[in-house]
Structure formats: C-alpha cells, structure tokens
C-alpha cells in the first residue's frame, strides 16, 4: 500500500486464514425474508407483514462439518420492530444459515413456534411518571496537575513507564513496561495485549449453540467511539487518537 499516494500497489493471497467478519456482512440482511422457508415460518407465527422484520447475523464458529468446508457461514436470527424503533422482540425457534459468499439461505432451522414479545415502549414522560430528582454531580479533580507524564506515546507514572499503542484489531497494545526497582530499571513486560475475548452463551438449544463470539477473532476489539469530556471520562483525563 502507498500511504502517501493513496493507491493499492500489490496484493498476495494468503492461504489457509480467514479475515474477521465486518459489520457490514452481518447487517441488514434481509434478503433472507425472500427465502419460501423463511416467509412460511414468519406465517406460522402470525407475521405477514414482512416490513416489521430485519433479520442479521453473527459468525457461526467452526463445528467440523462438512457443510462449512470452504464456506463462508453466518448464523441470522430475525427481530419484530414495533412503532418506529428499530429494534424489537426476536424471533426465538427461527435460526438461519447464511453462507456470505454465495449470498444465499442454505439451511432454515424452525424448532416451533415461541409466542413474540409485545412489550409497550413506555419511555415517554407520560407513561414513566414522576423522575428521580437529578443528584449533585462529582468531579475528579487534581488541582496541581496529573501525577503521570506523557511522553509521545510513553506513560511514566511514579516508578513505572511503558508504552501504548491501539490496534485496530486487538485494541490496547501495553510494550516495553519497566519498574524503577532502586536505582535499577527493572523490565516487567515485553508486550501485552488481549488475545481473545470469548462469550459462550452456554445453552444447547439449536437458536443459542451458535452464540459463542469471539470478540476479537469475529468481531475485532479495536474499533473504539468518540469520548467525550464530562460525560464518558473525568475533565483531567487524556484523550489519543486510534491510528486506523
């Protein structure tokens, strides 16, 4: 890649990985509604308007069946919207498989019919009623200034000094960590990041196996939001930018 030019120069397969899995491959999927399967199933659960629908995906993990050989799955569960909200009740006993490929439905899975939820969104002044009366606020303050120091990408803080970097992937990347041990500079850590961050749902029905992420390997945990002064961290904190 020529950063400077903004142009890609060369590109080489590399055999045997897999890439994670971008948002974009998980959202807005639905095309499966098309699917008779998936339209006889909404049917059953009294869903014909299909509009109220949106269906997305996860990964779907690896098994060791034949059937994800050299295919890229996706695990859908579809949602009932209600009003003008964009998310509602899901669907429970409909999961779909979805190879991200061929941008087809390869299996639907119908373990019967679960009565929808049909909550009431009441969140409106109206219908909560009389609000807590709003608590004093709390500051965290250092009137003589932080005790660390930032040097470019360094942190030293009392005995301690290491270096910090956010990958896009991984997240925070902790390296070359030292402790002032006397007049000895102590090295405690070469490098430090998360690996993986895995989430088993732990339950065997056929809606929920599916459901272990893998925060890093699928989902990356590096793609970090916008924080603001007051409101996510305290009015003395430090703020970086993420290196894309």
């Known amino acids: 890649m020529d950063v400077n030019g903004k142009k890609l120069v060369s590109w080489a397969e590399m055999k045997g990985v897999q890439p994670n899995s971008p948002d974009e491959e998980g959202d807005d999927l639905d095309a499966v509604k098309e699917n008779p399967d998936v339209k006889a199933a909404l049917k059953r659960r009294g869903i014909t308007d299909f509009g109220t629908v949106s269906c997305t995906g996860n990964g779907f993990g690896y098994f060791g069946t034949a059937e994800e050989q050299g295919r890229w799955l996706f695990r859908l569960e579809c949602f009932q919207r209600y009003g003008a909200l964009e998310d509602g009740g899901v669907i429970e006993g409909l999961s779909i498989q979805w190879d991200g490929n061929e941008k087809k439905v390869l299996r639907v899975i119908d373990t019967g019919v679960v009565p929808l939820p049909r909550p009431e969104w009441n969140?409106?002044?109206?219908?909560?009623?009389?609000?807590?009366?709003?608590?004093?606020?709390?500051?965290?303050?250092?009137?003589?200034?932080?005790?660390?120091?930032?040097?470019?990408?360094?942190?030293?803080?009392?005995?301690?000094?290491?270096?910090?970097?956010?990958?896009?992937?991984?997240?925070l990347v902790v390296s070359n960590v030292f402790y002032q041990d006397g007049d000895k500079l102590r090295s405690i850590l070469y490098e430090g990041s998360l690996s993986e961050v895995f989430v088993p749902y732990m339950d065997p029905s056929e809606g929920w196996f599916a459901k272990t992420f893998l925060d890093l390997g699928e989902l990356g945990s590096g793609f970090s939001s916008s924080l603001e002064t007051g409101d996510d961290c305290p009015d003395n904190a430090a703020y970086f930018d993420q290196i894309s």
């Open 123 to 171: 969140y409106d002044l109206a219908s909560v009623g009389k609000l807590r009366e709003v608590p004093t606020p709390i500051t965290v303050q250092q009137p003589l200034g932080p005790s660390y120091r930032i040097e470019g990408q360094s942190v030293i803080w009392q005995k301690w000094n290491f270096h910090f970097r956010i990958d896009r992937r991984v997240g």
